[in-house]
């Protein structure tokens, strides 16, 4: 009884401090007399008494901080979304109006931007989102270029029409690489990709009479809505956006799902992942699908922006690039990548006057955000390539 909390011997006693003290001296009284019994009667009930105060005004106090502390996150909470809504007006400004005051040099960064936003979100599902290390990434983005450049100039297959199949193709060869290099992990799976990678490029460059070999495929059509050809690059900034904003909703609404948590359990700990039931091998070929996916949209974009598509534009220099904006951004942030995909694109374009030293500069400040922030812009702690 006595190692007991003061507020549950209370309760057991019949929850008054008056009523346990008395108790306690009438259980004194025989030994000690009705004096010691008295002293212990009014020791006890005031020490019970005061106590009893005290932890009634504990209680008061850890109810009034509960409630400040929900108040303060409260209001902390709107401040944040506040802050949120007022950065993302005035870039949704500039963004909407960019074909208004800019220049077409500027508006063709800006689409090529758009375009490598979408293909830097498609390898974020494989590296960032499942943890598998692809170094020939490139080759879906060739794969859908390509495709649409055969359909559109050997039979005469306009954009719409062609960019399903295009897609369709894209996803398959995504399936078709997954299904023998999800076997192996690791280096392995990095130096399989990068095969995959330079056998696509080396197909594209010497397969002279489908691909026209190093000469490329030129007269590739613009794409056409509602019986207007969409050739001027204001016109195809507007048509990138549009594609951008799509594919970043949807690779949203895909992250936040099962199948998105599926994939992060599996970079975390596959072997913990596939011990609660998640079938890996599944998600994994579904990882690979849905990034080629993108990749070959990607593709095909570039293909009719560009109206001209070569080997050269598909190196495994890209696939490094296309990575590099991954990490910069952070490994699984949609906002990061995007942010990266800018960076990396703009700022060697910015630094063109000094084209000796542009490549040095950019270099430089990879290798110092990897020393100082190697989880990148947006990426979160622990995050990282399972290679």
Same mark, same amino acid.
């Given at each position: ?114 375009? /490598?936003?979408? *293909?830097?979100?498609? #390898?974020? !599902? ?6 598998? +290390?692809? =170094?020939? $990434? %490139? ?8 495709? /649409?450049?055969? *359909?559109?100039?050997? #039979?005469? !297959? ?6 399903? +199949?295009? =897609?369709? $193709? %894209? ?217």
């Amino acid at each position: 009884m006595s190692n007991l909390p003061i507020h549950q011997l209370t309760s057991a006693l019949g929850g008054s401090p008056f009523v346990i003290a008395l108790w306690f001296s009438l259980l004194f009284f025989p030994f000690k007399g009705l004096e010691a019994a008295g002293i212990l009667f009014i020791v006890l009930f005031a020490a019970l008494f005061l106590l009893s105060i005290l932890r009634k005004c504990g209680v008061a106090v850890r109810e009034t901080i509960t409630n400040y502390k929900k108040y303060f996150s409260a209001l902390k909470l709107r401040e944040s979304k506040t802050r949120s809504i007022a950065l993302i007006l005035p870039i949704s400004a500039v963004v909407l109006t960019l074909p208004l005051y800019g220049r077409d040099y500027l508006i063709d960064i800006a689409v090529l931007s758009g375009i /490598y936003i979408i *293909l830097a979100q498609g #390898l974020n !599902i494989v590296v960032g989102f499942t943890g598998l +290390l692809n =170094l020939g $990434f %490139v080759a879906f983005y060739a794969i859908g270029a390509y495709s /649409y450049a055969l *359909l559109n100039t050997k #039979l005469g !297959i306009g954009f719409w029409a062609s960019m399903p +199949l295009s =897609l369709a $193709f %894209v996803t398959l060869s995504g399936f078709v690489l997954a299904i023998p290099a999800l076997r192996l992990r690791g280096d392995y799976l990095a130096i399989v990709t990068l095969g995959f990678g330079e056998i696509v490029r080396l197909v594209l460059n010497n397969w002279d009479s489908l691909t026209k070999g190093p000469n490329g495929i030129s007269g590739i059509e613009p794409p056409h809505l509602f019986g207007i050809q969409i050739g001027q690059l204001s016109h195809f900034y507007y048509f990138v956006l549009i594609f951008v904003l799509l594919a970043v909703f949807i690779i949203r609404r895909v992250a936040d799902s099962r199948m998105g948590r599926a994939w992060i359990a599996i970079r975390e700990d596959e072997i913990a992942s596939s011990s609660i039931g998640i079938n890996t091998m599944a998600y994994k070929l579904y990882s690979f699908a849905f990034g080629a996916f993108w990749a070959g949209l990607a593709g095909v974009l570039f293909a009719a922006k560009m109206q001209f598509v070569s080997p050269e534009s598909f190196t495994f220099m890209e696939s490094v690039l296309i990575l590099c904006m991954v990490i910069l951004g952070g490994l699984g942030s949609i906002p990061g990548v995007i942010l990266g995909a800018i960076i990396l694109v703009m700022l060697p374009e910015m630094l063109r006057e000094a084209q000796m030293y542009r490549m040095l500069a950019l270099g430089s400040g990879l290798v110092l955000l990897m020393i100082f922030r190697p989880q990148g812009i947006f990426g979160g702690k622990g995050v990282s390539l399972r290679s």
